[in-house]
């Protein structure tokens, strides 16, 4: 039975954006690992602070953050719950147990979702000498090694057709390597795959301890201990998972509800500030039991907050991570990256995302020293224009183009520029809730009739999502000077 609600901490992390982070011991030792200690030397945005210089921050922080944002929202979720059910349902030591397991499961997946992202985080992933290396299913498959993982998990992934591995697929072995880590060394209280299952690559079956949790969890969460016996258990056991793992990879989760405010506050750019306390205060797990919906719900006071929170990141896509000149130091680092595309070199990369002892040292640090090499020798001016910030010129934008307005738009400056042109698609999403169709998130309203609560579609509530669309900017670059005439 476990001694509290949440635990003991037994460590705190002091964080410039929530302040102190305590973690329990097991979350510590998982902290502790050389695959979770390289995100200290990966940025969070890549380029970004070569426009917004206090931008450094990195992956190992923002994990961090997710893990206590997650936390805060199940403390949330708990109180919120209790504060509601009537006085004759009594939690017993097993709902205790309950709380405590899914709370810890929640909070490790939190905390490693983000550790197999590679050097340059997305940047990377998109080089196509670099794409050529992880669309080898040989990579992936040697990476994760013969485990219990590659049984569950990894035989399906890599028989998908058009496979190429991505950052979420080394996220999900890497975890499963710290957490057996953890495990070994100071003790887990949960089973690896039930943290595994709440991970965005997470496909495998969860097991008979979170099938029972859950059922208990969800007799909190209704208020009354024979709920459980009027559903199918697995069905009760799935849409536990399906919450969980939309906190963490959907449209409103708590790693979005980080990276916002942190990103705004090491830019200096305001536009990822939102009320992240009314926000939390209003969340619920929402479940339909006509329809048997499982998702996320909003109090009908928390829309503002909800509305609030993804125009903010709408604001901070536009302003910040897509400004033009970021955008442009993104093509220097592609070209830089490129430029080091020589003999042997795929081979090298090939070893450190085959071998975890290797991809602990696989960081932003790694390449930089590429480039320092690669700039001192002389042997490539594309590494000398990223490295001292030489930036190509902006010469066009379009909004919304069509590809004939794109390739009109080429073939007219390829005559003032020559072959020094360059183009980079920007699609700044508002949201994504619209192209859901608004499957996953409802409101929760209270008819003043009855008192009595009930689940509406957010289209239905709010039309401030229908105010705004996908906007789609390219942008166009100037290598070199005009052709002169």
Known sequence: MAKTFFGSKCAQFMDPVHGGIGALQHEVCCIDHPLFQRLRYIFQNDVAHFVFPGATQTRFSHSIGVMHLAGRLYRVLIEQYSAESPESFKYTDDHLDAIYYIYCCFRLAALLHDTGHFPFSHEFERTDFIKDILSDVNVLKDFWGKSELYDKYANRRL?????????????????????????AQCGLPVEIDDVLCLMEAGSHEFTEKWVKYSGLLFEVFEGCSTTRGQ????????????????????????????????????????????????????????????????????????????????????????????????????????DALDSCNKEGFSSELREYLTDANKFAFFTDHYFMEIFRKEAIGGNSLAVKNFLFRRKYKLVARLQNPTEDDIQEKLVALKGVYGD??????????????????????????????????????????????QKFSEVLIVNFYATEQPIKA
Do not use: C
């Open 231 to 334: 559903y199918n258990e697995t069905f009760i056991a799935e849409g536990v998972k399906k919450f969980f793992s939309l906190m963490i990879s959907g449209e409103i989760d708590v790693d979005k509800m980080d990276y916002l405010l942190r990103d705004s506050y090491f830019s200096g750019a305001k536009y990822g500030v939102y009320n992240l306390d009314h926000l939390l205060s209003t969340l619920r797990a929402g479940f339909n039991p006509q329809t048997k919906w499982v998702g996320v719900a909003v109090l009908e006071k928390g829309v503002v907050a909800l509305e609030d929170f993804i125009y903010s990141r709408f604001q901070i896509y536009q302003n910040m991570w897509s400004h033009k000149a970021v955008v442009g130091n993104k093509l220097l680092l592609s």
């Open 159 to 183: 028989s998908e057709p058009d496979f190429n591995a991505t950052h979420e697929d080394y996220s999900l072995a890497v975890a499963h390597k710290i957490l057996s880590h953890a495990k």
């Open 420 to 465: 020094s042109i360059k183009y980079r698609k920007i699609t700044i999403k508002f949201s994504k809730i619209p192209d859901r169709d608004y499957s996953n998130i409802k409101v929760i309203t209270r008819h003043n009739a009855n008192g009595k609560r009930s689940l509406v579609s957010l289209k239905n509530t709010s039309g401030f999502f």
